[in-house]
């Protein structure tokens, strides 16, 4: 089991940007994607951004160009680098990893942290 906690979020205006971070524990080398997920009420969540040990990323169209994941494989650190932020990414954000291949999927990830909620004022 890996421990994830996210922190980061915020209020910004449309046009701003925010880096969020994700601290992993645990039995982190059972994971081999990571990544980041975002949810706001009465939708399912879905995939952002996800990383793989190896560096691979896949992105949602949604925020191809915008947003970056990096990985500190050394600290077990997650990032998620946003900018150009638009009023429809405000979300709460979750951090999640597994041990499936690098993919937006959500059942590929059994590990989650508790969410940061970013809000962007249009």
């Known amino acids: 089991h890996v421990d994830l906690v996210e922190s980061g979020g915020g209020s910004v205006p449309a046009g701003g940007s925010l880096t969020l971070r994700c601290d992993a524990s645990?039995?982190?080398?059972?994971?081999?994607?990571s990544g980041w997920f975002r949810q706001v009420p009465g939708k399912k969540r879905e995939g952002v951004a996800v990383?793989?040990?190896?560096?691979?990323?896949t992105y949602a169209d949604s925020v191809k160009g915008r947003f970056t994941i990096s990985q500190h494989m050394t600290n077990n650190t997650l990032y998620l680098q946003m900018n150009s932020l638009k009023p429809e990414d405000t979300a709460m954000y979750y951090c999640?990893?597994?041990?499936?291949?690098?993919?937006?999927?959500?059942?590929?990830?059994?590990?989650w942290g508790q969410g940061t909620q970013v809000t962007v004022s249009s």
């Open positions: 990383i793989d040990n190896d560096g691979t990323t």
């Open positions: 645990g039995w982190t080398h059972s994971h081999h994607s």
């Open positions: 999640g990893a597994g041990a499936g291949a690098c993919n937006l999927q959500l059942r590929l990830y059994s590990s």
